[in-house]
């Protein structure tokens, strides 16, 4: 009852129907009736709603080899039996849910090009913005509610200039570092599930009896059929949130089990066994930010997945996962230009080329191999969040802090949009955003991009920066 009077709601026995418009309104503001709602209907009710419930930023370091990540066809609709190229293959399968934005300028503000700077910068649009200010997810989530930025981390190091999610109040260089650890993670997420307790649920099943009884007296009421079915979805969905009122939602688990990470500002060289934990701990943390997504925790989430201008420490791309990628990379004869002759045979790596140092080789295949398994976390992502519903209205938009990464600079961006939002956003495309030289033709850049994520949020404008839209 507790609960319930903290939001304004009055007893069940008091209610009116005034009251049970207060009761949904006030639970809509709580973050408590949408959520539920949209993670057990999935995307039939609310893909009508013309605007996304959630957004992910997911940052992976040292840019791409160009010519291996940029689609084959070119800008237009995405063919579902073409590969879109090697470093996006393992999104073949999710065409119809991407935007390639080819060649987006990455606004960074002064000193691009130069890895801090540009991570400082990416979600800011400028690296030296005010303590007062804020990067856009953090603005974004002002704007939403109360539940403000889930941020994880995997092996991104200790230096707090270098995050790339920058709240109010801190300065760029002294930034927070984001969580790190999957299994306390998932431990504090879970608190926030149970924190309320059960002892109001009763009174909450009694609301949505009553709520119903509301329904129910509508149905002699003549109605044109597409009005009545969507009355019927919102009826069912009312009936499982009173079912799964006094039981703990099967949807909001976290598993609290999985490995925790002692190594991700480690100051020495890692052992290639603690390498082997890179790609389990970036599922773990992506299904971290899909359970808070599901049980309605939170609506925005940044997830940045290690460091640029990383050697051999933290991350070492040489574990099995991305090693058989750099096997399927030499089979395929890939090549880093199209004038390049194929790359031979390689010996297993354990040093510094399996890293940062990769991308300034763009004739071996280390980084191509980077590039490709980055994208199938990518993959596993849209995956997660189809299996619990919540694909069409989440926006996931996957950047890193520089383009071409043997070349530095912003200006061949390689940023995919994925998800949608709630059917406003027309998915299944490549847009071309620039000629992909620096200093050379710019058509549209991230200070507009994210312009546009945040009013598919439903964000209809920010107030602090440079976000304007116009690219999607």
């Not at 069912?236 to 006094?246: E, F």
């Not at 849209?382 to 520089?402: A, I, P, R, Y």
Request: charged share 15%; aromatic share 8%.
């Amino acid at each position: 009852m507790k609960l319930l009077n903290k939001f304004g709601f009055t007893s069940a026995r008091e209610s009116t129907s005034q009251s049970r418009r207060k009761f949904l309104r006030n639970l809509a503001r709580a973050g408590m009736l949408l959520p539920l709602a949209g993670s057990m209907l999935g995307q039939r009710v609310f893909a009508q709603s013309g605007s996304a419930q959630r957004v992910l930023f997911l940052y992976y370091p040292n840019g791409v080899v160009p010519y291996n990540w940029l689609p084959q066809q070119g800008p237009g609709s995405i063919s579902g039996s073409q590969e879109l190229s090697f470093g996006l293959g393992p999104l073949t399968p999710w065409h119809n849910r991407m935007i390639v934005l080819q060649n987006l300028t990455l606004d960074i503000g002064s000193g691009a090009g130069a890895h801090y700077n540009d991570m400082r910068g990416i979600l800011t649009g400028n690296n030296q913005i005010s303590r007062e200010s804020a990067s856009i997810d953090h603005l974004i989530a002002e704007q939403l509610g109360s539940e403000g930025v889930l941020s994880l981390g995997v092996r991104t190091g200790s230096r707090s200039d270098i995050m790339i999610s920058k709240p109010r109040g801190y300065a760029s260089d002294t930034r927070p570092i984001p969580n790190n650890d999957p299994a306390d993670a998932a431990q504090k997420l879970a608190v926030g599930i149970a924190g309320g307790g059960t002892t109001d649920n009763g009174d909450k099943q009694a609301y949505y009896e009553a709520i119903l009884n509301d329904f129910g007296s509508l149905a002699d009421v003549t109605l044109e059929n597409a009005r009545r079915d969507k009355l019927t979805l919102h009826e069912n969905a009312l009936k499982r949130l009173r079912d799964l009122a006094g039981n703990q939602v099967g949807e909001c688990s976290f598993n609290t089990n999985v490995m925790s990470d002692p190594y991700y500002n480690s100051s020495s060289q890692l052992t290639p066994t603690e390498w082997q934990m890179f790609p389990h701990l970036a599922r773990a943390q992506v299904d971290n930010i899909v359970g808070a997504f599901s049980c309605g925790l939170h609506r925005v989430a940044t997830l940045q997945l290690s460091k640029g201008d990383e050697n051999g420490n933290l991350v070492n791309y040489s574990y099995d996962e991305c090693w058989e990628m750099a096997q399927r990379a030499i089979s395929q004869g890939i090549q880093h230009s199209s004038d390049s002759g194929t790359v031979g045979s390689i010996s297993r790596w354990y040093n510094e080329f399996a890293s940062h140092s990769a991308s300034h080789r763009p004739g071996d295949v280390p980084h191509t191999a980077q590039v490709r398994w980055y994208h199938a976390l990518l993959a596993y992502t849209l995956q997660q969040l189809d299996n619990k519903g919540l694909l069409d209205d989440t926006l996931v938009v996957m950047f890193s802090e520089v383009g071409d990464g043997s070349k530095h600079g912003g200006a061949a961006g390689a940023v995919t949009l994925a998800g949608g939002a709630g059917g406003a956003l027309q998915m299944g495309r490549i847009i071309n955003c620039g000629d992909g030289v620096n200093n050379g033709q710019r058509i549209y850049g991230t200070h507009q991009l994210f312009g546009d994520v945040a009013r598919y949020l439903g964000v209809s404008g920010v107030m602090e920066g440079p976000w304007s839209g116009g690219v999607v």
